[in-house]
């Protein structure tokens, strides 16, 4: 998000390269080989369009088509690399996450805030607790997960607006999908500084997180511990993994930079964080 005017934004834009991105993140589980006229059909976008944009991340190699099908080549991966390289938290968190993982015996993971989602950034998986397949560059609705809980806590309110009105989906009976349950939810977790999600993103799975600040005090990205029912329940994750996710969580943030006792801001707008 940006402080600049919604016009201003858009003179700045540059129609061909957001066009580009929107072909490129067409492809996905259900089209992992689209035709041409997949492509159209998801994007909106007219056929010479599409075809003319093909051509050209073919031509960087970032796609390939054979018999009229279409698909992702490697080099789509060092875009992520690049995020990864350039990011010095995801560096920082990395051996924290593996000695989190260690002690509790279960998946570690660090994930940022993108619009209504939550985008894993780094993980270290123990077991396979959920059905998708999460890896780095997941991403999970906002509303119905730990991590998203504790970046929209500390997130200004037009974040949490933008999630509110982009609609909060029953994934199971026990999501929370109604927006003053939402609010009250997101200021339970600011008071007690963690936040605990059970089975809201998927049946049988609950998970903690803890934020991660940077320098200025601001809450860049969530530390999570995710398990099953079956393993743990609600009160023990609160008991026995809680203190330690919280910890860690500020062990890696007084190792990107942040001292306890710095007034948060937003990274977004400037603005003190959690006005929802």
């Known amino acids: 998000m940006s402080t600049m005017s919604t016009a201003e934004n858009s003179r700045d834009l540059i129609q061909s390269i957001e066009r580009g ?20 059909a998801a994007t909106g976008l007219s056929r010479p369009a599409v075809r003319r944009i093909l051509l050209t991340l073919q031509h960087l190699g970032y796609v390939h088509g054979e018999s009229g099908r279409w698909s992702l ?17 995801i560096e920082t968190a990395q051996p924290h996450l593996l000695r989190l993982a260690e002690h509790t015996g279960e998946s570690a ?5 993108d619009g209504t989602e939550v985008v894993y950034i780094a993980r270290v998986p123990v077991r396979r607790i959920m059905s998708i397949n999460v890896s780095i560059g ?14 929209l806590a500390w997130a200004p309110r037009s974040c949490v607006d933008e999630v509110i009105e982009a609609g909060l989906p029953r994934l199971t009976d026990l999501t929370i999908t109604d927006p003053v349950e939402l609010r009250s939810a997101l200021r339970t977790v600011r008071e007690q500084g963690y936040a605990i999600v059970s089975e809201e993103l ?4 609950v998970s903690a997180s803890a934020p991660v600040r940077d320098r200025s005090g601001a809450v860049v990205a969530a530390l999570a511990s995710s398990s099953s029912i079956g393993r743990s329940s609600v009160d ?6 809680v203190p330690l996710l919280v910890s860690t969580a500020e062990a890696i943030s007084a190792d990107y930079g942040h001292r306890r006792g710095t007034k948060a801001r937003s990274t977004v707008t400037g603005e003190h964080e959690g006005f929802f």
């Open 21 to 40: 991105f929107a072909v490129l993140l067409a492809f996905d589980a259900d089209r992992p080989n689209p035709t041409l006229a997949e492509l159209a």
């Open 202 to 205: 998927e049946e049988g799975l």
């Open 73 to 89: 080549t490697p080099r789509v991966l060092s875009i992520g690399q690049h995020y990864s390289a350039s990011h010095a938290m």
């Open 236 to 241: 023990e994750l609160r008991r026995h993994v």
């Open 109 to 113: 993971s660090l994930a940022a805030l």
């Open 138 to 151: 997941t991403r999970v609705p906002a509303h119905a997960t730990s991590m998203g809980r504790v970046l």
